[in-house]
């Protein structure tokens, strides 16, 4: 691949974006190479995490160079939405790490992830207000889901970039590390995650999207019941619970 790697390592997969001389800014080639690794970490039952994590600057956004005199339909073909959904439909959790920039379409991308960690450094924001344009790809919907309304109207109506401890004081990040440690640190959480009950966490990431989905909360409940139900005919189970009890850790086979 051109601009992106993948890393595998003790179960747990590392995307990066490589391409410094435009502050890793997101362009279709970029999407349409992560689509391909996407399909291919769905398939990988050894990936039991991913993390997305690019050096120095996360990603600048999207390509605004390629974007200026591009039709209604070239904007429906360059839009990344199918992408970012394939990543949020992903059964394993997904972890941005987000250092330098991470603006407009980049933003989004760490928004289809179900953590973010951001470094000291780190500047998050909209500004496709600014640009005479909105969002295209999840922000006014996933953003408001994950922080509130409040504040994913004020990040998206003013356009504002914002720094890692607002971004941490409003919910859209989970933590924020020093520079030189939010790499090590978001490696050492996968790592943590990595070591769970695979099954189980797959049913959890499914029972949040399916219940959350529900009109009637109760509904959702009932969906969770039934999960919870079906992990009793699991080796992992009983392996859990009987580790716990030989007070030893469990050694997980994702049955």
């Known amino acids: 691949m051109r601009y992106l ?13 490589h391409r410094p001389e435009a502050l890793n800014a997101l362009n279709r080639e970029i999407i349409d190479e992560l689509d391909a690794l996407l399909d291919q970490i769905r398939k990988d039952q050894s990936i039991h995490v991913l993390v997305l994590w690019s050096e120095t600057n996360f990603a600048a956004g999207s390509d605004i160079k390629s974007m200026v005199e591009m039709t209604v339909e ?18 394993i959790p997904t972890i941005a790490g987000i250092e330098g920039y991470a603006l407009g379409g980049a933003l989004e991308l760490a928004m289809a992830c179900d953590i973010r960690f951001a470094s000291e450094s780190a500047k998050l924001g909209y500004p496709e207000i600014n640009l005479g344009i909105m969002p295209g790809a999840g922000g006014t919907i996933r953003t408001p889901l994950k922080i509130g309304s409040p504040w994913a109207r004020e990040l998206i109506f ?16 989970n933590r924020v590390y020093h520079d030189d440690e939010l790499f090590t640190e978001t490696m050492k959480f996968a790592k ?30 009932g969906i969770e019941m ?26 997980y086979k994702g049955k």
């Open 5 to 17: 790697s993948l890393q595998i390592e003790n179960g747990i997969g590392l995307i990066s974006v």
């Open 74 to 91: 070239e904007a429906a073909d360059f839009i990344f939405s199918p992408t970012y959904n394939k990543l949020d439909l992903l059964d």
């Open 158 to 173: 003013s356009g504002d970039i914002i720094d890692a401890h607002r971004a941490l004081q409003i919910g859209l990040v």
């Open 192 to 221: 943590k995650l990595s070591a769970k009950a695979p099954l189980a966490m797959k049913l959890i990431k499914q029972t949040m999207r399916e219940g959350l989905a529900c009109a009637d909360p109760l509904d959702g409940v």
């Open 226 to 251: 039934k999960n919870w139900a079906t992990l009793f005919a699991t080796e992992d189970q009983k392996e859990g619970m009987r580790a716990f009890i030989e007070k030893r850790k469990p050694e």
